[in-house]
């Protein structure tokens, strides 16, 4: 399944609409790190408050819910589960004010010949993202992040997010683990990964 003209049909509707956005998950770490297997679209939309039902009401019109109760679900979780025209599955996050404006201003636009540019979320906030879900495969794709990239990423931007991403995660502590992970990569790099 090929998920890029999926991205692009919805980042279509996004754009047309004018609302915020970028791709995260599966795509973006395809980009940013090692490729792996995904089988959907996520992105994340920044929608004010006042027009939240009006934007759900405009997404549903347009793309197939994935539930009957799509409309409910969204509205109460902040998720919209819809489908493509070709039955691709997308989860579209409708983001807080506040860390994903930010987000928003580093997303990165890139250019992808089969389909033309998408907006991915940068390096530093994939990172952010993984590191605050803390599984074991986030903690592997942002080694593979770092890596790819060399290290080459405003680590201070991480660190500054997971320390105020510490407050409000109660599983595992996002920074610690980051440091761990970045420690962990440049030993790799260091034997030539």
């Known amino acids: 399944m090929n998920l890029l003209p999926a991205a692009a049909e919805v980042t279509r509707f996004l754009d047309i609409h004018n609302v915020p956005h970028f791709i995260?998950?599966?795509?973006?770490?395809?980009?940013?790190?090692?490729?792996?297997?995904?089988?959907?679209?996520?992105?994340?939309?920044?929608?004010?408050?006042?027009?939240?039902?009006?934007?759900?009401?405009?997404?549903?019109?347009?793309?197939?819910?994935?539930?009957p109760d799509a409309r409910a679900f969204a509205l109460q979780h902040r998720v919209v589960l819809i489908q493509t025209d070709h039955g691709v599955p997308i989860d579209i996050s409708l983001g807080i004010p506040g860390y994903e404006e930010e987000a928003l201003k580093r997303a990165v636009r890139v250019n992808f010949p089969e389909v033309g540019t998408l907006r991915l979320i940068g390096p530093e906030d994939l990172i952010i993202h993984k590191c605050v879900a803390g599984r074991p495969r986030d903690s592997e794709d942002v080694e593979m992040i770092l890596i790819r990239q060399r290290l080459n990423l405003h680590l201070d931007t991480v660190r500054e997010w997971l320390e105020a991403f510490r407050e409000v995660v109660d599983s595992h502590d996002p920074l610690e683990l980051f440091e761990q992970i970045l420690s962990k990569a440049q030993q790799d790099l260091k034997r030539g990964r």
């Open 24 to 67: 995260i998950g599966g795509l973006a770490l395809q980009h940013w790190g090692e490729p792996r297997m995904t089988r959907d679209v996520e992105i994340t939309v920044l929608v004010a408050p006042e027009e939240l039902e009006t934007f759900v009401d405009a997404v549903l019109e347009r793309f197939n819910a994935r539930s």
